[in-house]
Structure formats: structure tokens, C-alpha cells
């Protein structure tokens, strides 16, 4: 069984960023992982080779200063979490300098160029605010000189990304749509583009455009540009139809041939920096190489990986960085002949899902999506993870549950699932009986079942007490005394609703049901019932969360509503959270976590009175998942894209609004493997002045 290791050696950004909100010696964010996911665009800095800069599909920026061993994030390009970055660029003047290209997925118009001063950590625009930039260059000849390639034509400004000109007609029918853009390293005039629809060329700075695509097949969207950097009049392309390669400036191309028909779709292309006639090529069937300009081809990787983007080494040409789907960063010390992960620091997984084992809060089961191992587990609270199944995927699962009898998960289509440690895969559990199994004729007669029969019902929420199992379906609410064998319908009162929530106490004997008609609370194990609903316009509680016999707290469409009386009154949250619906909700003690359905974490250490969002580079993100243990202050927190972490939860010891909370966040140092604060597994804690071991 694979295994992934993780060696935390530097806390991340996000979690510094994250302090900086909490009071001071507050909360201690530590990342867990899982390591990998999607690298969209990857960038070097030409002044020195070890700092490589990695691009996210949310914006994020992360920093490896080892050549691509190993990663922190540092930053996010504008303000929203759906911008794709497609381009980074290190100005080879200036090391501190960097521009980003970014295009929106959702269409909001946040995409742009962007320019950092400083290595990435901050970044404000800098022009053409609501373009999709699709690519960025930069001219080595006069690196003031900036093109960008957009849905709606080519840019270029003169001064550095300080103002923008369009440089193509406006309204071409075809000098749109662009991919690729590379500027002749001996004269900024003359510029290439790729676009949906075949290559052109301007040798006069944009004022004549022509197309060049003799000897290309008709059709083929131009995905990458390079041109021969000893040898100008020598470009490669590639396109969906393959790639080509001009001898003459693009004037005529001709196709090489060596790579398969169904790796046509080649992302990147990159020549060596100190051997011109080898060149690599990342496709969607991995990764190819050739060492004579494209006369042959060899296949490096697995035909799986999806390559995206690639940085060699100038150094040492025979290390290739390769950004990937899924993957991660795969690292090659040997020109391509070998791989191995590189994904230290580089947490970008999509959690869909997460359980927590509450008698074990180090044993972590989190369920992931576009993802080479969909379920992946932690015994030691995300050193390493190993891969559950088969038998699960994130399509069609609904929740996964650390039930005291393992892992169990809920399906979109009805039943449910455990992991059977023996056999090492995902097996169907569960049969109903007596009126839960009761089945119906064509014309909707009940008709009862002569024995158990499978479950089917779709299990939206579980609870466990010692005793008895609860199951929340739209069928009613089931109960089970054999730890989920066998399962027959709990009646709620003399009535059976669909159930959307339920919450046990340990003993079994308090119940909190959330029904189609309210919500239904038992002191006695469900002998007798009292009814309980929300303020008219609440719009219906969906799920509840108890801190205590009498602090209830209901999720509904219009935000989080409170009860402090047992629930026979209740308030909307206010002084600070959002009226909108709720994620996820956590609860400490006297500290409550919330994770909104419209992004970012919101955080009360007074039980709900009053409400701080948590600022900093995750501000925008989301959270689909959050989950505690009882009686530990720590609450594990999965980001839809960050992964998962642990945010240890206490309280300050200074006067309320002294410090964090409601004031401007403090300056905090950035710390390194090699600063004072490098283990944070064992915890560290951040002040304003310097960092110092707990």
C-alpha cells in the first residue's frame, strides 16, 4: 500500500496570515495535508534557479527556494478564490519583482495581469482588470516590454505592466481566443501568437498582423510558443492537431512526428537551456522528450499524467520541475529518465468530505475529488496518509462518518458503506426490518417485507450513542442496536417525517431531531417529544449543533440562528457573522467555528455573542468540512482546495480588542525551515516581534 510522507517543517503562510486575525498566542494553525493537486502554471527566477514560483486554479501562489523540493504558500492573486493563474513571471532585473497573469473560471471579471515587489507574498493589479489573460511574456530584449494574450486580443505595455495598449484590431474574427504568446528575444517587435484558431505574427510591433499556419492542419488551437533562443528563425507550436516546427520564422511548418495522435493536446513546451536540440514536451499523455529538434520522440512518464507546465533548471539542465493534474510537482534530477513526488509544502487537495475518529483525534479520514487516491487516511494526524478503498469515490457519496465500529459513508443513491480493515476495500452494510422494510405494490400499497431486506434509504446524517445507532433519512428516522446491521423506523412521536438531522446525547437518553416540520426534541430516548421551530422567515432549520443541554445553535437559509434556553426560544446570530446559510459548524467549549457557504471562517469565543472573520490569504475560501472532538480544543478544518488543518483553539489571556481580534493585523516574520520556528507539529506560536518555540 502506497504511502505518502509528509515532513512539517515550516508552518505555512495561510497560517500565519490566519494569526495575525486571532488574538495574540491565540490559535496555532497547523497544516495536515494531503500533499499534491492541480499546478496550473510554474515560473523560475532567471537570477537564481532554487526559487521556482507555482500557480494555483484559486489564485494561490506558492514558493519553493530549493529548486522545487519543497513549497510554502506565500500569496493570492486578487481577491477572489476562481482566479486561474496561466503565467508567472520573475523580472530578471529585479528578483522581487513578479507578474502573474489570471483569468476568472466564473466569469466575475477579477481576471488581469498582477505585480508583486515583494517575491509574491502581496500582489495589486496591473491592468487589463476584467480581461482573461490566457498568457504573458516578457521580452528579453527590453524587459520593460510586457505582451499578454486575452480572449479579446493582444496587449503590450512599454512601461512594465504601469499602463496597457491594444496592439491587435479590435473585433478580429480571429486574433482572439489566445493561448500563447512569445516575444523574438532580439527584437521586441516581433511578437507570435497562438490562438484558438491557428498562429500569427507581427514584426512591427502590432500595426500588421498575418497569419502563419502553412503546413498546419486546419483548425488546431495553439497551445505553446518557443522560440530557439541561439537560433531565432526556429519556433516550435504545438496545437491540438500535434506539434510543429518552423525553420524559417514561421513562414512554414512542418509536423513532428513520434508522438502519438492521442497526446496531441500539448500544454508546454520547453527547449534546454544548454542543449538546443533537446526539447520537452508536456501533453495530456504525459510527459515526451527529444533530443535531436524533434526529428524523434521519447515518452519519459506514465501515459496517465497530465503535464501543465515545466521549468528546467539553467543550472542544471538535467533537473526538470513538472507541474501536474492530480499529482502534484514531479521532480526529475536526471533529465526525465526518473520522477519522484515533490509536494512538501504543496497542500492543494479538494476535500469534499471528512470524518474524525473522536476516540483517536489523530485518525482522519478525508475523501477527495480529482484526486489519484480518492480516500486517503492519517493514524498520526497527517504525518502520513495511506489510501483507503477500493470501492469509494467523491461521486455519489454524501458524508463519511468515524463510527465505533470504523469509517462508514453514506451514498447519493441510498445505503451505506464501511471499510473492512481485513479485506482492504469498501463493502455494502446494513438491511431494514419490520415497517422500515416495508415495501409497495404498482399502485402504491403498502405490502410488508417477509424479512430483512437491503437499506436503501439515503442516509443524509448519523448519530451514536452507546446503545443505539440513528440514521436521518427523507423516509424517517432510523435506529439500529447492532451497531448498523439491522435497522427499523423510530418513530418521532405517533408520526413519521423525513429527518434532515439528528444529535444524540452519549447515554442515548436526549435526542435532537430536525424534521420536514420542525424540529423535535426527546428528554427520555424518544418515549415522548416536544416541538420546537424557528422564528417565521428563518426559513427552516436544516441541521443542529448542541454545546450543551441548553445552547442549541439550528443552521437556516438565512444564516445561524441560537438558542440558550434548550430551544424554546430562538435568536439570530448577529454582531458579526453574516446572515447567510452555514457550511459547517464547530464547537470548543465556550469558541464557536463557522465556515460559510459564501466563503471564509468566522470564529466567537464568547458562545456565540459576538463574531470575528478570520482575515488573510484563505479570507475568500471555503471550508465544506469542520470538525471537532469533545473535550479537545482542536478543530480540523478542510479547505475545498488547501487541504486539511489543525487549528488549535484557545483563549487569550489579554483584555478583549487589545490585541487581533477587531484591530488591524499586526506585522508578523516569515520564518523558514532554517529560522527559530521550524517544527510545528510541536507547536509555535507567533507574536508581532519574532517567533519563539513553545
Not at 479590435?170 to 517587435?189: T, W
Not at 512591427?204 to 510558443?225: C, K
Request: glycine share 10%; hydrophobic share 40%.
Amino acid at each position: 500500500m502506497k504511502r505518502f510522507a509528509l515532513t512539517m517543517r515550516a508552518i505555512t503562510p495561510v497560517a500565519l496570515v490566519l494569526l495575525m486575525a486571532m488574538p495574540a498566542a491565540a490559535q496555532i494553525w497547523r497544516p495536515m495535508g494531503p500533499p499534491g493537486g492541480d499546478v496550473r502554471s510554474l515560473g523560475a527566477d532567471p537570477n537564481d534557479p532554487q526559487r521556482v514560483y507555482l500557480g494555483t486554479s484559486d489564485g494561490h501562489i506558492f514558493e519553493s527556494r530549493n529548486g522545487g523540493a519543497t513549497w510554502r504558500i506565500v500569496g493570492r492573486v486578487g481577491e477572489q478564490n476562481d482566479g486561474v493563474v496561466t503565467a508567472i513571471l520573475v523580472d530578471p532585473r529585479d528578483s522581487r519583482r513578479l507578474y502573474a497573469a489570471s483569468w476568472s473560471r466564473n466569469g466575475n471579471g477579477t481576471g488581469g495581469v498582477y505585480r508583486s515587489f515583494d517575491n509574491g507574498i502581496t500582489w495589486v493589479p496591473a491592468g487589463l482588470k476584467g480581461h482573461a489573460v490566457r498568457a504573458l511574456a516578457q521580452a528579453v530584449s527590453d524587459p520593460d516590454v510586457l505582451v499578454a494574450g486575452t480572449l479579446d486580443g493582444v496587449y503590450r505595455s512599454r512601461n512594465a505592466g504601469d499602463s496597457w495598449e491594444r496592439i491587435s484590431p479590435e473585433g478580429h474574427e480571429e486574433i482572439r481566443n489566445l493561448d500563447s504568446v512569445a516575444i523574438d528575444p532580439r527584437n521586441p517587435d516581433i511578437i507570435y501568437i497562438g490562438t484558438f484558431h491557428l498562429p500569427w505574427k507581427t514584426t512591427d510591433g502590432g500595426r500588421r498582423w498575418f497569419p502563419i499556419h502553412d503546413g498546419m492542419i486546419d483548425d488546431s488551437d495553439v497551445f505553446s510558443i518557443v522560440i530557439d533562443r541561439t537560433n531565432p528563425r526556429r519556433i516550435y507550436a504545438s496545437a491540438c492537431s500535434g506539434i510543429y516546427r518552423s525553420d524559417n520564422a514561421g513562414e512554414l511548418w512542418r509536423k513532428v512526428q513520434g508522438i502519438p495522435y492521442a497526446a496531441r493536446r500539448t500544454h508546454v513546451i520547453r527547449q534546454d537551456p544548454k542543449r538546443p536540440q533537446t526539447v520537452y514536451a508536456g501533453t495530456t499523455e504525459g510527459l515526451w522528450k527529444t533530443t535531436d529538434a524533434g526529428s524523434s520522440w521519447r515518452r519519459l512518464t506514465p501515459r496517465t499524467w497530465v503535464i501543465n507546465a515545466l521549468v528546467i533548471d539553467p543550472a542544471r539542465p538535467d533537473r526538470l520541475v513538472l507541474g501536474t493534474e492530480k499529482l502534484g510537482v514531479m521532480v526529475s534530477d536526471n533529465s526525465g529518465e526518473s520522477f519522484h513526488p515533490a509536494n512538501e509544502g504543496f497542500y492543494h487537495r479538494q476535500i469534499v468530505s471528512l470524518a474524525l475518529d473522536r476516540e483517536r483525534p489523530g485518525r482522519v479520514l478525508a475523501v477527495l475529488t480529482n484526486a489519484p487516491e480518492p480516500v486517503l487516511a492519517t493514524e498520526d494526524g497527517g504525518r502520513t496518509w495511506s489510501p483507503l478503498g477500493p470501492g469509494l469515490t467523491a461521486e455519489g457519496l454524501l458524508r463519511v462518518y468515524a463510527t465505533p465500529a470504523g469509517w462508514w459513508a453514506a451514498l447519493e443513491r441510498g445505503g451505506l458503506v464501511r471499510y473492512d480493515e481485513q479485506r482492504k476495500l469498501w463493502v455494502r452494510v446494513g438491511a431494514v426490518v419490520g415497517e422500515a422494510a416495508t415495501l409497495r405494490d404498482r399502485r402504491g400499497r403498502p405490502v410488508p417485507a417477509s424479512g430483512p431486506r437491503p437499506l436503501q434509504h439515503v442516509v443524509v446524517d448519523m448519530a451514536f450513542s452507546r446503545e443505539r445507532w440513528f440514521a436521518a433519512t427523507p423516509q424517517g428516522l432510523l435506529g439500529s442496536t447492532d451497531q448498523g446491521q439491522t435497522w427499523s423506523l423510530f418513530r418521532l412521536a405517533p408520526l413519521t417525517l423525513p429527518v434532515s438531522s439528528v444529535r444524540v446525547s452519549p447515554d442515548g437518553q436526549r435526542l435532537w431531531i430536525v424534521s420536514l416540520r420542525g424540529m423535535v426534541f426527546s428528554r427520555d430516548g424518544g418515549q415522548t417529544w416536544s416541538w420546537h421551530d424557528l422564528p417565521f422567515g428563518a426559513g427552516g432549520a436544516s441541521r443542529l449543533d448542541v454545546a450543551d443541554e441548553a445552547t442549541l445553535l439550528a443552521r437556516a437559509q438565512k444564516g445561524l440562528y441560537i438558542s440558550r434556553d434548550g430551544g424554546r426560544k430562538w435568536a439570530l446570530a448577529a454582531s458579526g457573522l453574516p446572515h447567510a446559510p452555514i457550511h459547517d459548524l464547530a464547537v470548543v467549549g465556550d469558541v464557536f467555528l463557522v465556515s460559510m457557504e459564501t466563503g471564509g471562517l468566522y470564529v466567537s469565543h464568547d458562545r456565540g455573542h459576538n463574531w470575528t472573520r478570520i482575515e488573510g490569504l484563505l479570507a475568500e475560501g471555503y471550508f465544506p468540512v469542520i470538525t471537532t472532538a469533545e473535550g479537545v480544543s482542536t478543530v480540523f478544518a478542510a479547505s475545498a482546495t488547501e487541504g486539511l488543518y489543525a487549528v488549535e483553539l484557545q483563549r487569550s489571556a489579554e483584555p478583549a480588542g487589545s490585541e487581533g481580534v477587531g484591530r488591524e493585523p499586526r506585522s508578523i516574520l516569515w520564518m523558514w525551515p532554517s529560522g527559530p520556528c521550524f517544527r510545528p507539529a510541536e507547536g509555535c506560536r507567533f507574536s508581532s516581534q519574532s517567533p519563539s518555540r513553545d
